[in-house]
């Protein structure tokens, strides 16, 4: 949901636990920042951690970091834990890797005892950490209470989250303990104290090829939710010394309420078979949860909707407090952001298939046109020498005897023109060079990469042409022998007879030619030289512009396909039945995105690119991260940084997208019209697939006697036709929808105003259920069982716990059976293999061989047994398993082995006190 900040929201503390509580943290942050602009907000985050990469990350400031460190080795540590009164249930020399002691900053390592000896160890810290982030949290409401960004109602009121996983090492060690500190540090009066916690199942991609760690995984999975289900209990006998907490320099808490008000469980599965594979699903939806929580009008509605729904009422098999929750979200969307970024990746990808295939073959104006522009630009008929006023006109004596002062002036000005040019070079050189840089950025994305270059080459081309046009040799004869003909052609022609007049006459004409085409000559050698001139810069620039199209091809031909195979990705998303995933639905088609992209961009390319290129928009986007030329362009920026350009076209679409006058109950509404449905029934149709795919990511199953409350939250923008001024109501087709599923047993559905135009979101969330109910429960402590047996590991679980065991009673004796059979003696291993030790003799149990954990309920001594080692010393009868798996099928077929190592098993601790049974199991 996409809302204005609510006015009353609370001030609220997310706290991340471990990996998973730091990436939800992490997301939610980015979440607000995007929303809300980075707004100040009554919110503090904290991330508690045992691994240091998680404090590395920038999106988490130094205030916001509390990191849980040894900082010494294993002996010292194991000292510490065995004079701590929450360490009781550590045996001695646990045969934990010391590894993931002295290794710290490594994280927990998927051992939930190594988390809760992180924590206990840095227990100080964590209280004031804790402690600071409220006193902060505080501070913070009220200075924005002062400045009118807040309710005063909500002074003193909290809302606190706890996130993270109860599959792992850090968060299921330490979400106890951390909640037991904030219920001290926080009035629970007028705080409410939230969990939410993501399960083993969570996680089965990550873990899919390390079989231990899914083992590990299970079995902390399994005590962590018999702990939550003893603690969310109501308090019965406050002075049970399970609700006494004693940490070193902090003292002792009591636990005066249940541990939280709401508890989260989330699962990777919904009770529809909707499955998210990828743990980043799981991090999303939980991130977006909170955000709705949080920052949303939803947070309001979910206070009340908690105090009036939530059932308070015992589950009447299992007589337990159903405290736990959970939830999903789904949505009908017009895919706004997707939509941007496919117009940002089309736009970039038309300006590159522009310049990069088009061509056109009618270019003889534009090469004129060009030639021209660099002519006008260099005023280069300056530098030419008219010839006509240094030519003889007519033949006569005067005018040939000016003949010698015009050859003198011709050549006086072509030196002079030649000067004036060479003087002008490196001028002239800018110019020819800003005119084609010019021309080929302006017409670009006319004319194509392609037809720039071929426009360029017959610009070349028709400049050579017209130098090898131009005579140019040297003068045929000299001003000297021209100016001594004249004279001599004069004289004879003053003392010519008349007879003789006419030749003459010639002589004068053929002096006259002379000096014509020394005129000429002169003339044609100058313009030689300028043309010349000209055509060897201009085609120097044009072999560097050549040069520069070349590279921006080449760098398009390698980006090019970058931008169509995200648009691809794009398309595929759009073209899914629901989106592309299972929590947001598109309702707009391929064709949706290609016509409002041809309507809004597709048409106005030229135009759009000139707007891009404004140095106030690349300044923007690049804040001074590239060293911005004068000439910025187009092709400059493709040749310098390819990946520029869709940053520009993200930077034009997102300031200017013109998705105004399409909101998403408009496009459902002509959706309809187009199936050919009136748009209530098509509108409930498709708000009945959301709501189904809403399903909470909780296997759970319901117990059939017990009414869960499920309400559904309905996010849309309010309907603007009311206008009485008090009716806050959505759209007619909507609320339809709501009040159509009010009838249902247990079922609630709720109107939340939001100010999204593009979006309807269906948020479901289920309250009052049991963990008691999750299937995987048994799963789950089959392997905390064998872990325990195996000695693996010690779990952190006090065995007076109540709960999860009623419906696994049948695998709990088995497990019962195999994991005391081996404690207790009657079952030993050797080689590898399970050898029954016991002895049944007129209902009394010996021994076979001498073991450790033998406990005799006769008067034997043990020490006169033998001890044997080799199992090629035993017989094969005695062998009732080769393996772990055979030795449990036994046990579960072979009555009268059943029958004995139970029996044995009962008669051990009717013997034996429970403190004595502690003992022996702790000093094996």
Request: glycine content about 4%; overall charge negative; hydrophobic content about 35%.
């Amino acid at each position: 949901m996409k809302n204005d900040i609510p006015k009353d929201i609370l001030p609220t503390l997310v706290i991340g636990l471990g990996g998973t509580g730091f990436q939800i943290v992490k997301r939610l942050k980015n979440l607000f920042a995007k929303k809300y602009n980075g707004e100040s907000l009554p919110i503090r985050y904290l991330v508690i951690d045992t691994d240091l990469k998680s404090f590395l990350d920038d999106d988490i400031e130094n205030n916001e970091k509390c990191q849980l460190r040894f900082n010494e080795g294993i002996k010292s540590t194991l000292d510490w834990a065995y004079n701590n009164p929450n360490f009781q249930w550590l045996p001695k020399n646990p045969p934990i890797i010391p590894d993931f002691f002295t290794s710290t900053d490594q994280g927990a390592g998927l051992m939930r005892p190594i988390g809760r000896l992180y924590l206990c160890k840095n227990s100080k810290l964590v209280y004031d950490t804790l402690n600071s982030a409220k006193n902060s949290l505080v501070d913070l409401y009220k200075v924005l209470t002062e400045v009118g960004a807040a309710y005063l109602e909500n002074m003193g009121r909290h809302k606190v989250y706890i996130v993270g996983s109860l599959a792992g090492g850090t968060g299921c060690g330490t979400f106890l303990d951390v909640s037991v500190m904030l219920s001290k540090i926080f009035n629970r009066d007028n705080t409410n104290l939230i969990g939410m916690f993501t399960l083993e199942s969570c996680y089965d991609d990550k873990l899919s090829s390390d079989l231990d760690a899914q083992n590990r995984s299970k079995a902390n999975c399994y005590a962590a939710l018999k702990e939550l289900e003893f603690y969310m209990a109501s308090i019965k006998n406050p002075n049970d010394e399970r609700y006494r907490f004693k940490y070193n320099n902090i003292g002792e808490i009591v636990l005066e309420k249940r541990l939280l008000d709401i508890c989260y469980l989330v699962e990777n599965k919904n009770e529809n078979g909707g499955v998210l594979t990828s743990i980043e699903n799981i991090y999303d939806l939980c991130s977006l949860q909170l955000f709705h929580e949080i920052g949303t009008k939803l947070g309001s509605q979910l206070r009340a909707d908690y105090a009036n729904f939530i059932c308070k009422d015992k589950d009447p098999i299992l007589k337990r407090d159903r405290h736990f929750s959970t939830f999903s979200s789904s949505s009908m969307e017009i895919p706004v952001d997707n939509i941007k970024k496919y117009c940002s990746y089309r736009l970039a990808l038309d300006i590159l298939q522009g310049l990069y295939n088009k061509s056109n073959s009618n270019i003889d104006e534009e090469v004129e046109e060009v030639i021209k522009n660099i002519n006008d630009k260099i005023d280069r008929n300056n530098y030419f020498v008219n010839e006509n006023s240094f030519k003889i006109k007519d033949a006569s004596c005067g005018e040939l005897s000016e003949a010698l002062s015009k050859m003198n002036n011709l050549e006086k000005k072509v030196e002079e023109k030649r000067i004036l040019w060479e003087s002008n070079f490196e001028k002239n050189k800018e110019d020819i060079t800003k005119v084609l840089s010019e021309y080929v950025n302006e017409k670009a994305t006319t004319y194509g990469l392609l037809g720039l270059a071929n426009i360029l080459k017959r610009v070349s081309n028709n400049l050579k042409v017209e130098v090898d046009s131009i005579e140019n040799g040297n003068t045929s004869i000299s001003v000297n022998t021209i100016d001594k003909n004249i004279k001599s052609a004069i004289a004879d022609y003053n003392k010519a007879r008349k007879s003789k007049k006419e030749s003459a006459e010639k002589r004068l004409n053929s002096c006259k030619s002379e000096v014509n085409t020394f005129v000429k000559e002169n003339g044609n050698k100058n313009n030689y030289y300028i043309t010349n001139s000209i055509s060897n810069l201009v085609t120097d620039v044009i072999k560097r512009q050549l040069d520069d199209i070349d590279f921006i091809r080449t760098n398009i031909h390698k980006y090019k396909p970058q931008i169509e195979r995200e648009l691809q990705r794009i398309m595929n998303q759009a073209n899914k039945k629901y989106g592309g995933n299972i929590i947001s639905r598109e309702m707009v088609s391929e064709e949706f995105y290609k016509e409002h992209y041809e309507s809004t961009y597709g048409k106005h390319l030229v135009g759009i690119i000139n707007q891009m290129m404004t140095s106030s928009n690349i300044n923007e986007v690049f804040n001074n991260e590239l060293k911005i030329e004068e000439n910025l362009n187009i092709l400059s920026l493709i040749r310098d940084n390819t990946e520029g350009l869709l940053r520009l076209c993200k930077y034009k679409v997102d300031t200017e997208d013109k998705i105004k006058n399409d909101t998403i109950i408009e496009i459902l509404r002509k959706n309809a019209e187009a199936n050919n449905k009136d748009s209530t029934s098509y509108i409930k149709e498709e708000l009945d697939i959301t709501a189904k795919l809403s399903k909470p990511f909780w296997s759970a199953i319901k117990n059939p006697e017990v009414s869960w409350t499920e309400c559904y939250y309905i996010g849309s923008v309010r309907d603007e036709n009311i206008t009485n001024g008090f009716t806050i109501k959505p759209n007619e087709e909507i609320d339809k929808w709501i009040r159509s599923q009010m009838g249902e047993k247990s079922r609630q559905a709720r109107y939340v105003e939001t100010s999204n135009p593009y979006s309807i979101d269906v948020i479901h969330i289920t309250m009052g259920a049991c963990a008691a109910y999750l299937p995987e429960v048994h799963h789950y402590k089959q392997f905390y069982l064998k872990l325990l047996a195996d000695q693996t590991y010690p779990l952190h679980l006090d065995e007076k716990y109540i709960g999860l065991d009623d419906l696994v009673k049948d695998v709990d004796e088995l497990f019962r059976e195999y994991t005391l059979s081996q404690a207790y003696g009657s079952v030993i291993k050797v080689g590898g293999k399970y050898i029954n030790n016991l002895i049944r003799e007129d209902n009394k149990f010996v021994f076979r061989y001498k073991s450790p954990y033998c406990l005799p309920i006769e008067n034997v001594e043990i020490e006169s047994l033998e001890e044997v080692n080799n199992i090629s010393n035993i017989d094969e009868d005695l062998i009732i398993g080769e393996d772990e798996k055979q030795f449990i099928d036994n046990l579960s077929k072979n009555i009268n082995l059943s029958k004995d190592v139970c029996d044995y098993i009962n008669n051990v601790e009717k013997i034996y006190t429970k403190e004595e049974l502690f003992n022996h199991k702790k000093s094996i």
